[in-house]
Nanobody, 119 residues
Framework: QVQLVESGGGLVQAGGSLRLSCAASGSIFAINAMGWYRQAPGKQRELVATITSGGSTNYADSVKGRFTISRDNAKNTVYLQMNSLKPEDTAVYYC?????????????WGQGTQVTVSS
């Protein structure tokens, strides 16, 4: 049983910053990837950033240079530092965990947290 608990969303003015956190609990394999996805009204859910248990990162082009993803493997927690926020960053942000082991892979999602950036 795995649960993802998110925090850190809110309202911020353009140019401001927010830091999202997501703590995973339960039976999690050491080899995994955690990340953030977002979904704006009327749009498909899209990848924002991911980070593997080995520390490899991947970012959407739209957030490169502004967002930084990091993790604490001991706590199974992933963070997303969002700087220089733009109104187009407004969306529901979802935490994601992809866990690999015992010949299978499983995906888990957080409940989502609203990020709103005003102009």
């Amino acid at each position: 049983q795995v649960q993802l608990v998110e925090s850190g969303g809110g309202l911020v003015q353009a140019g401001g910053s927010l830091r999202l956190s997501c703590a995973a609990s339960g039976s999690i394999f050491a080899i995994n990837a955690m990340g953030w996805y977002r979904q704006a009204p009327g749009k498909q859910r899209e990848l924002v950033a991911t980070i593997t248990s080995g520390g490899s990162t991947n970012y959407a082009d739209s957030v490169k240079g502004r967002f930084t993803i990091s993790r604490d493997n001991a706590k199974n927690t992933v963070y997303l530092q969002m700087n220089s926020l733009k109104p187009e960053d407004t969306a529901v942000y979802y935490c994601n965990l992809r866990s690999y082991g015992l010949g299978s892979a499983r995906t888990y999602w957080g409940q989502g947290t609203q990020v709103t950036v005003s102009s």
